[in-house]
Every structure is written in structure tokens, then in C-alpha cells.
């Protein structure tokens, strides 16, 4: 990522980091490495702690069998 980050952006320009899955871990790395490079950053859909992590309680209704879809949807629309 250092080297990516290196050789595409200028030395004294930020970078907005958009993180997804697994670049998550690697990218806030980079970030905690080089805050002063870092403008902004965006995580989505990945695990950064895994030790702590925790699944939502949506997730946990979804995983119920032969109801969790029911609760998932209930809930999305307000009904739970």
C-alpha cells in the first residue's frame, strides 16, 4: 500500500482511503502509519477487530432458521 500510495500520489497531497472488506485492516494501518497524509477515510463492510467483534442484532435475527428472514424484513420496514 506504501508503495501504491507512493508512486500515484503526490508527496504533499492527501488521500481519501475508501476501505471495503479486507483492504479495512491493511488501509487503516497505512492510515494510523501516516495520519498526516490521510484527508479522509471511509470504511464499509469489513472487520477491522475481529477478537471483538460482534455480528448486529439484525444479523443474529437473520441467522434464526426458518424465521430470520421474516424478522430481518419485519424490522427493515418498521414492524418489529
Known amino acids: 500500500m506504501d508503495r501504491l500510495i507512493t508512486e500515484l500520489v503526490p508527496a ?3 488521500v481519501n ?7 479495512g485492516p491493511f ?18 463492510n469489513t472487520s477491522i477487530f475481529i477478537e471483538h467483534f460482534r455480528p448486529p442484532l439484525p444479523a443474529l435475527m437473520g ?4 424465521i430470520g428472514h421474516r424478522l430481518v424484513e ?3 420496514h418498521g414492524r418489529l
Open 12 to 14: 504533499d497531497a492527501k
Open 17 to 23: 482511503l475508501i476501505l471495503h472488506d479486507i483492504s
Open 27 to 44: 488501509g487503516l494501518a497505512w492510515a494510523a502509519r501516516h495520519p498526516h497524509r490521510v484527508q479522509s477515510v471511509l470504511i464499509l
Open 63 to 66: 441467522m434464526i432458521p426458518k
Open 74 to 76: 419485519a424490522g427493515m
